[in-house]
T-cell receptor, first 110, second 117 residues
Framework: KQEVTQIPAALSVPEGENLVLNCSFTDSAIYNLQWFRQDPGKGLTSLLLIQSSQREQTSGRLNASLDKSSGRSTLYIAASQPGDSATYLCAVSDNNDMRFGAGTRLTVKP | GAVVSQHPSRVICKSGTSVKIECRSLDFQATTMFWYRQFPKQSLMLMATSNEGSKATYEQGVEKDKFLINHASLTLSTLTVTSAHPEDSSFYIC?????????????FGPGTRLTVL
């Protein structure tokens, strides 16, 4: 059974810092991996989708990498801003279901 | 923790039929439930937000008359795909948050894979 872990559970940084969020999974036979942003009380917003054949994806200040063999993904946020404050979730999919990590709660202080 | 269930986990139906998917919060009262879908090789996308006792709020591009959402109780929300067609084949997943839970927390169901023939 796939298990997804996110570290750290919470992170607080000053504005402007670059930061890395980590996601690990136990079964490397995945279809894809996604990173999401969750604002309090709102639905998830998809940030980046990495197919199993890909190593990384980039969107603006965000870069996500995938290392299937080691069961790891990282989300890199450059030049963080207070508006980046949210909970970040990763999720892995195989052909049957999707498993979510518990999330990392990010606070970017002005 | 909190548990959210979905039923059925898989469904295969003929084109033109309607399919109902249930999402239940088993050990907490879900004041808000979210419905998502994921097409093959695409991102999971939010379809609608459902608050108990009120009409669902649909995301742009999601047909409210085709995807009927009912959230009549604090533990159950249903998504009905009406007159399903092959292009509706997708993975549908719900999540819930609610009483006693942080607004930062969403609890996800296991998903329902719909195949329309």
């Amino acid at each position: 059974k796939q298990e997804v872990t996110q570290i750290p559970a919470a992170l607080s940084v000053p504005e402007g810092e670059n930061l890395v969020l980590n996601c690990s999974f136990t079964d490397s036979a995945i279809y894809n991996l996604q990173w999401f942003r969750q604002d309090p009380g709102k639905g998830l917003t998809s940030l980046l989708l990495i197919q199993s054949s890909q190593r990384e994806q980039t969107s603006g200040r965000l870069n996500a990498s995938l290392d299937k063999s080691s069961g790891r993904s990282t989300l890199y946020i450059a030049a963080s801003q207070p508006g980046d404050s949210a909970t970040y979730l990763c999720a892995v999919s195989d052909n049957n279901d999707m498993r979510f990590g518990a999330g990392t709660r990010l606070t970017v202080k002005p | 923790g909190a548990v959210v269930s979905q039923h059925p986990s898989r469904v295969i139906c003929k084109s033109g039929t309607s399919v109902k998917i249930e999402c239940r919060s088993l050990d907490f009262q879900a004041t808000t439930m979210f419905w998502y879908r994921q097409f093959p090789k695409q991102s999971l996308m939010l379809m609608a937000t459902s608050n108990e006792g009120s009409k669902a709020t649909y995301e742009q591009g999601v047909e409210k008359d085709k995807f009927l959402i009912n959230h009549a109780s604090l533990t159950l929300s249903t998504l009905t795909v009406t007159s399903a067609h092959p292009e509706d084949s997708s993975f549908y997943i719900c999540s819930a948050t609610g009483q006693g839970k942080s607004l930062d927390e969403q609890f996800f169901g296991p998903g329902t894979r719909l195949t329309v023939l």
